[in-house]
T-cell receptor, first 114, second 112 residues
Framework: SAVISQKPSRDICQRGTSLTIQCQVDSQVTMMFWYRQQPGQSLTLIATANQGSEATYESGFVIDKFPISRPNLTFSTLTVSNMSPEDSSIYLC???????????FGPGTRLTVL | QQQVKQSPQSLIVQKGGISIINCAYENTAFDYFPWYQQFPGKGPALLIAIRPDVSEKKEGRFTISFNKSAKQFSLHIMDSQPGDSATYFCAASGRGYQKVTFGIGTKLQVIP
């Protein structure tokens, strides 16, 4: 299984600012995923990030609000832009273990927007 | 449209009892069905997974039962312990880099 780390683990931010979340994996992976988990809710996929190409966003999520970078096969960032209190959530990155269909998750970033 | 329906949303079980969580899916293209366990403040962790070619998979106290014709699968936790208290998510995906669809989650509380 992949070991995934995220930074920061939590943050409290002011309305209108932006936060960049980092995701680091201990092995090279083709696909990385970013999810949002609102308090007490299930996981919602924000986007899929391939190395070397533009991220693919799910319905309801746009690149201007959630820009993603994927500079290499072990790292990705998600930026939450122009934040509002409604963006308060846990943001999770995950990777798919090659050839297994299994996704492994990072520990999450707990974001609170005031 | 919720493609994976999970029930119950909350469950209280006595220590030593059996916890049962049920899921149903609609998309017949799904062929991989994992269960995740999430403790507060942590990311989901893969617990056990099954493919449709088997009807049951057991790992320790955790068993998945799968009914392909009914498009249903369930997680059984035998001899439930307080340490099993967590939120459990069923999920489903298709083969090869397909989007994973998660159930709504079941918050399990095992009381002494």
């Amino acid at each position: 299984s992949a070991v995934i780390s995220q930074k920061p683990s939590r943050d409290i931010c002011q309305r209108g600012t932006s936060l960049t979340i980092q995701c680091q994996v201990d092995s090279q992976v083709t696909m990385m995923f970013w999810y949002r988990q609102q308090p007490g809710q299930s996981l919602t996929l924000i986007a899929t990030a391939n190395q070397g190409s533009e991220a693919t966003y799910e319905s309801g999520f746009v690149i201007d609000k959630f820009p993603i970078s994927r500079p290499n096969l072990t790292f990705s960032t998600l930026t939450v832009s122009n934040m509002s209190p409604e963006d308060s959530s846990i943001y999770l990155c995950s990777v798919e273990s090659p050839g297994t269909d299994t996704q492994y998750f990072g520990p999450g970033t707990r974001l609170t927007v005031l | 449209q919720q493609q994976v329906k999970q029930s119950p949303q909350s469950l209280i079980v006595q220590k030593g009892g059996i916890s049962i969580i049920n899921c149903a899916y609609e998309n017949t293209a799904f062929d991989y069905f994992p269960w995740y366990q999430q403790f507060p403040g942590k990311g989901p962790a893969l617990l056990i997974a099954i493919r449709p070619d088997v009807s049951e998979k057991k790992e320790g106290r955790f068993t998945i039962s799968f009914n392909k014709s009914a498009k249903q699968f369930s997680l059984h936790i035998m001899d439930s312990q307080p340490g099993d208290s967590a939120t459990y998510f069923c999920a489903a995906s298709g083969r090869g880099y397909q989007k994973v669809t998660f159930g709504i989650g079941t918050k399990l509380q095992v009381i002494p």
